[in-house]
């Protein structure tokens, strides 16, 4: 897996779209980090 977490405002979608041809999608970072933690807790217990 491979991601970025860039920060935009609100108004600013259509500048990946038109440079890179790529989403951007607005989401919760402390959602993301929540889930994320609670992911890598769960794969990595007992390794």
Known sequence: MHGHLVPR???D????TTTAQ????GVDFEAIYT???AK???HFTGV
Not at 22 to 25: K, N, Q
Request: glycine letters at 0%.
């Open 9 to 11: 405002f609100n108004k």
């Open 13 to 16: 979608t259509n500048f990946m």
């Open 22 to 25: 790529t989403r951007v999608y």
């Open 35 to 37: 889930t994320l933690k």
């Open 40 to 42: 890598a807790a769960d």
